[in-house]
């Protein structure tokens, strides 16, 4: 990976500026380790794939209506959303943007008149108090294309030329808050959902996929915002063509395998006296937000393992280039803190860090998971 560093010292910050990859040349996704399944499955008519891993190295990627690929990038994080440690979109109170798919897209699904999208999904642990769109594919003027809106427990999609958003037929259920590998096609006047790969919900829907206009695709919210959907997203997929069935169970197999070999990370609850904390900023152009560098003394641990007096905690203080309301959390008064140990989150390694104290080298460095 290119990058540079800068600090850390006294006063300064850290960043490892990473490099967005453009190619006109990209790996086939199919490719994997033997012995493992593929996924996707199929490539053909594949117009977008985000896969799960570092953005960097394997970034989203954009395909014209040939299959030839065009752009490979980074989704453009908004308000307070985050990667995971798993490079998952974190959507908390945030979203994700696709850029520059549009005509992509509307091209390719225009041609076929049929659309499949697929996500390895999260859901929130608290359902939306309104309505909270999963992904949104809107043009400029706000007119929804396609979408995917979560409505209490219950799963509904939206397509042009469908019903007023009061009308729309639910399509699925949501029975607990389980991750779970997740398919929608539309295509031939129908609906279907499939979760890890069984069918789930079918419903009648007529769509004008002809009269598509370019658009923004957006994950956890809808392009104008107000419907943000808390939950996480990997795994993503769309097609300018309906999925069969057995596609579908495929990649739900495979999807499940890569998610399997994910080593759990060791967590510790505590409270502590925050002793010292790095003062933040929010002129920090080219970023849109940062991590500050907190000293606590611990007092007592609620959960998991840890021996030290003191510990040294990276915290998100700055978020859409706004000051968080941690940034200025009172020196000298007790609070509880999960974290997990900062080499454990390869996510964080090109943001930027505040780290504005005379820090002890020899304690160990977290990072604070309460927030997610």
């Known amino acids: 990976m290119n990058g540079n560093t800068i600090g850390p010292v006294k ?52 395909y014209d209506k040939t299959g030839t690929p065009l752009i490979s990038y980074g989704p453009v994080a908004r308000g307070n959303a985050i990667y995971g440690r798993h490079y998952e979109m974190l959507l908390r109170s945030g979203s994700f943007h696709a850029n520059r ?21 999260v859901p929130p642990r608290k359902a939306p108090a309104a309505q909270g769109r999963i992904v949104s594919y809107t043009t400029a003027s706000g007119e929804t294309l396609f979408g995917l809106v979560q409505r209490d427990d219950k799963i509904l999609p939206a397509l042009k030329d469908t019903a007023a958003q009061a009308d729309w037929k639910p399509l699925m259920t949501l029975a607990d808050t389980r991750p779970f590998h997740l398919a929608i096609r539309c295509a031939s006047g129908e609906v279907i959902a499939w979760r890890d790969g069984k069918e789930a919900g079918r419903i009648q829907i007529e769509a004008d996929f002809a009269g598509w206009k370019p658009g923004e695709l957006v994950f956890g919210d809808s392009f104008a915002g107000g419907e943000n959907w808390p939950g996480r997203l990997e795994g993503i997929l769309l097609y300018s063509r309906g999925q069969s069935a ?127």
């Open 11 to 62: 006063g300064a910050l850290t960043a490892t500026v990473c490099l967005t990859l453009m190619t006109s040349g990209w790996t086939s996704a199919a490719t994997t380790a033997a012995g493992t399944p593929s996924w996707p499955a199929d490539t053909n008519q594949l117009v977008f794939l985000w896969k799960n891993g570092d953005r960097v190295r394997s970034p989203s990627v954009a």
């Open 101 to 121: 798919l549009g005509d992509y897209l509307s091209a390719a699904v225009a041609k076929e008149k049929a659309l499949s999208f697929e996500a390895f999904i």
């Open 246 to 372: 057995s596609e579908v169970q495929q990649d739900a197999i495979a999807y499940a395998a890569l998610t399997s070999v994910r080593q759990p990370v060791p967590q510790v609850r505590f409270t502590g006296t925050l002793l010292r904390r790095s003062d933040s900023e929010t002129a920090i152009d080219p970023y849109f937000r940062a991590l500050a560098l907190f000293e606590y003394k611990v007092d007592k641990v609620l959960a998991g393992t840890f021996t030290g007096e003191k510990i040294l905690v990276y915290t998100w203080t700055v978020m859409h280039k706004k000051l968080l309301p941690d940034a200025e959390r009172p020196v000298g008064k007790p609070y509880e803190v999960v974290v997990e140990p900062f080499e454990s989150q390869p996510q964080l390694e090109c943001e930027l860090q505040f780290d504005t104290f005379d820090r002890d080298f020899s304690l160990p460095v977290f990072y604070d998971v309460g927030a997610e």
